[in-house]
């Protein structure tokens, strides 16, 4: 798929096949991920992912996801199959953090490579911020192998989508040609 069409098909999806992701196409996709521009130059490891295979046990990590939220005061879904819906893959893009944000940021543009990545392949993905306190728990950290001195930035689901969602058309922005 050219780039251009992935970036407009691209959409969240929440609800996924049951078939596995053959680990060959998820290395491919972190690969395209760590393509991502980097701030500040010449890092050598920008980014690690962590990646969490089995429907099942996403499911579980679902419903200590949305308790941690909620026991921290956090709005979320009335469901737990919400957090991480049936995907059969979560990857979490975690860097060591510094005071100017830049591994924020380092760790989003990777998500968007990731994302496009996915969508070209066939595959969907769904960007998943409600479970990012419950990832940054010391305890999920220890249960997930997130070695100390990395911090959980932005997590997706990542799956055989079982359709396409049309989808919010966007707006066209306001642009302004600077004379
Ligand atoms: C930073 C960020 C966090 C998000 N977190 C969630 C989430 O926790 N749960 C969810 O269902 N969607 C989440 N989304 C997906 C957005 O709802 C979605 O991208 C938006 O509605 C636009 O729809 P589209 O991705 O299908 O174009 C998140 C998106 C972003 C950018």
């Not at 521009?37 to 996403?58: C, K, N, Q, S, W």
Request: proline fraction near 8%; include cysteine.
């Amino acid at each position: 798929m050219h780039t251009v069409d992935a970036i407009h098909s691209r959409r969240s999806i929440r609800a996924y096949q049951a078939r596995p992701v053959d680990r060959t196409v998820i290395g491919e996709i972190l690969w395209d991920a760590a393509q991502a521009p980097t701030l500040p130059v010449g890092l050598d490891t920008p980014f690690t992912f962590v990646v969490i295979e089995g429907a099942d046990r996403l499911a579980l990590y679902g419903s200590q996801a949305l308790d941690f939220a909620r026991a921290n005061g956090a709005d979320g879904p009335e469901d737990d199959t919400r957090v991480f819906f049936d995907a059969p893959v979560a990857i979490v893009i975690c860097a060591e953090a510094d005071a100017a944000g830049e591994a924020l940021q380092n760790c989003t543009r990777a998500g968007q490579n990731l994302m496009l990545s996915a969508e070209a392949r066939g595959l969907g993905t769904c960007w998943v911020r409600l479970a990012l306190p419950w990832l940054c728990d010391s305890q999920t950290r220890a249960e997930l192998a997130i070695p100390d001195g990395l911090t959980p930035f932005a997590a997706f689901t990542l799956g055989h989508p079982q359709g396409m969602p049309a989808g919010k058309p966007r707006e066209r922005p306001p642009v302004i040609w600077s004379p």
